[in-house]
């Protein structure tokens, strides 16, 4: 009894050390914003409620490949890996240096890949990871504040990367990316999270299954 609560106790950050995973973690994020304020977009990562909201929907148990853009310092990685097969793979993309080396240093998994890079090359990526599609895209790109062009190239790469019958998430504070998932994904489902700071609207994109 005494062995095994001594384990937990080594096992277990105190309060103390939570505040500081929490406050580093967040002010990685912070630093971001500052230097980047527009690639970045948000001053507060996602809550655990539009976490949970927006991965309800996935099909885990058919999920090889999950793509995440814009990884920041990680909200949604640790409850996607919680999800993810055993078997399976998370490729993490972002543009910032800052986050990427952040990730690389926080998590261990085997099954987790952090690349620096855009989203618009989302093809090679995935490839160059030996794989030829992706089951599921997540996206926290701030699509109204990306250079000219961007948003559009990047929504229809996903397209192209989404194997049928896999789905593109997207969070957003507006309804920007919508208008450019629609060019290509033939059913889009909407949601809203209050409970996020600002509050934020929720897109699913279906890449229709083979008939
Ligand atoms: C709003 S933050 C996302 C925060 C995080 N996902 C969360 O839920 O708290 C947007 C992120 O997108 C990244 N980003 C911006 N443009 C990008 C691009 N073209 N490709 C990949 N990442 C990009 C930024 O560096 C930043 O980490």
């Not at 309800?56 to 793509?67: E, I, Q, S, T």
């Not at 793979?89 to 952090?114: C, E, G, M």
């Not at 989404?162 to 489902?189: H, T």
Request: proline share 7%; charged share 20%.
């Amino acid at each position: 009894m005494t062995g095994h609560r001594g384990a937990q106790a080594i096992e277990q950050p105190n309060l103390k050390q939570k505040a500081a995973r929490f406050f580093g973690q967040w002010g990685v994020f912070f630093r971001g914003f500052v230097e980047h304020p527009r690639m970045v977009g948000s001053i507060i990562p996602s809550s655990r409620f539009t976490i949970e909201k927006m991965l309800a929907p996935v099909d885990w148990a058919n999920c090889k490949l999950f793509v995440e853009y814009g990884p920041g310092v990680g909200t949604f990685c640790q409850p996607v890996l919680d999800r993810l097969p055993r078997d399976g793979a998370l490729i993490v993309i972002d543009t910032n240096p800052l986050y990427i080396d952040y990730l690389k240093q926080h998590y261990r998994d085997s099954r987790f890949h952090a690349v620096l890079g855009s989203a618009a090359d989302v093809e090679d990526i995935v490839a160059a990871h030996g794989h030829e599609h992706a089951d599921y895209v997540l996206s926290g790109l701030p699509f109204s504040t990306l250079p000219e062009g961007v948003g559009p190239a990047i929504a229809d790469a996903t397209y192209r990367v989404i194997r049928p019958g896999g789905a593109f998430l997207v969070y957003q504070f507006s309804a920007k990316a919508r208008s450019y998932m629609a060019r290509n994904f033939e059913r889009i489902d909407n949601g809203f999270e209050a409970l996020n700071v600002p509050p934020c609207q929720l897109f699913w994109g279906w890449k229709e299954p083979k008939t």
